[in-house]
């Protein structure tokens, strides 16, 4: 069981996220009026322009970026894809204690250069 639980840690981290210091991203809700999710990799943080909720970085890769939202009555994770021709799907997957998940996706966004 040890045996197994090593092999599949090892395969799920054995890919290596893609590092930056830095990324930034414009990004639309529902063609709402666009807002800056300015990522720090150092840290593991990145926020919002809007003031909305803070994010805790889960993963980047070279596909899409993972954030948890930093929310205490819920749990919300967000992915951002990463393309960089006609932008990325931004969606957002949130856990209540109380009733089933829902998964909303509205947004889109580009990802800006360093």
Same mark, same amino acid.
């Given at each position: 069981?040890?045996?197994?639980?090593?092999?599949?840690?090892?395969?799920?981290?054995?890919?290596?996220?893609?590092?930056?210091?830095?990324?930034?991203?414009?990004?639309?809700? @529902?063609?709402?009026a666009?807002?800056?999710?300015?990522?720090?990799?150092?840290?593991? =943080?990145?926020?919002?322009?809007?003031?909305?909720? @803070?994010?805790?970085?889960? =993963? #980047?890769? !070279?596909?899409?970026? &993972?954030?948890?939202?930093?929310? $205490?009555?819920?749990?919300?994770?967000?992915?951002? !894809?990463?393309?960089?021709?006609?932008?990325? =799907? &931004? #969606? @957002?997957?949130? $856990?209540?204690?109380?009733?089933?998940?829902?998964?909303?996706?509205?947004?889109i966004?580009? !990802?800006?250069?360093?």
């Amino acid at each position: 069981m040890r045996l197994l639980f090593c092999l599949v840690w090892s395969i799920c981290f054995s890919i290596a996220p893609i590092q930056a210091k830095s990324l930034s991203f414009l990004c639309s809700w @529902d063609n709402r009026a666009p807002i800056t999710i300015e990522l720090d990799t150092q840290t593991g =943080k990145a926020k919002r322009s809007d003031g909305g909720s @803070d994010y805790t970085l889960i =993963k #980047i890769t !070279e596909q899409a970026v &993972w954030l948890s939202v930093d929310q $205490h009555y819920t749990l919300a994770v967000q992915s951002i !894809e990463r393309n960089k021709n006609n932008g990325g =799907k &931004w #969606i @957002d997957i949130v $856990h209540f204690a109380n009733r089933i998940p829902i998964s909303i996706s509205g947004g889109i966004c580009w !990802e800006q250069p360093e």
